[in-house]
């Protein structure tokens, strides 16, 4: 990727909130990465989070209802893989995020730090938030990176973005009491109108603002949908000592 086109995927991310890098992990290392997860997954290898726990629409009552023992996602990507680690701190990405930063990155292994799963049947959609929701850093500037193991488009349960909304004041009305963007308030709705889902191919990549309203679908294919997701943010911009956010020993690019 030349410096150039680094430049305006930063830009970009800073005017909208998120941005599309396709193809920025060759076909090759994707479908190693892939292979792992689809590994891990049919060894339930934990630690896992399960779509019974957190009930997001769609999802299994409980554990012991049918569908019960469905993956939501495989905590703890970077502890998993040598691969998912070499991904995580790629040069790819330690050269995208120091500009985007201005700083030396860290990779959070407390957030996201994860593979996303999202299965045909028993898999939940997910309501509009901001990641910031539960993250406890000293400035609210984080940039996730979701990497596309497979394709992902509307009927796959793809994400959903609202151009610009990083950089919007919101009351905290506008929220529910589990801080989602609360899709039954017209003046809500009107920003909700405005969200674009990207397709994606195996091996895009989409960098996201922790404060970019956000929000996915359910899986109506067939076939189970897999992303690979971390969170960095800048040196300067240390987690709150005692929450969740500084429970895990960071990762210095
Ligand atoms: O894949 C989904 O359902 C959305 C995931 C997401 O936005 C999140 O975990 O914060």
Known sequence: MSEHSKKEQVQALRERGFV???????AE????LKAIAVQQLAEAAAPLEYEADL????APESRGAPGGHTA????DAYARHALMREWAASPEVRGWMELYFGETPHLSRAHHNCIMTKHPAHGSLTGWHRDARYWSFERDDLVSSWLALGPEFVDNGA??????SHDMMFTSERFDAAKFFRADLPENQALIERAVSPELNP????FFHC?????????????IKFSLVFTYHGASNVPLPGTRSASKPEVVL
């Open 55 to 58: 009930r997001y629409p769609g």
């Open 72 to 75: 939501r996602r495989l905590l």
């Open 211 to 223: 404060n970019t309203l956000h929000s996915a679908g359910r899986n109506v294919t067939n076939d």
């Open 203 to 206: 091996g895009d990549v989409v």
């Open 20 to 26: 599309v890098v396709p193809g920025l992990v060759s």
């Open 159 to 164: 994400l959903w973005f609202v151009p610009g």
């Open 29 to 32: 290392r994707c479908a190693a």
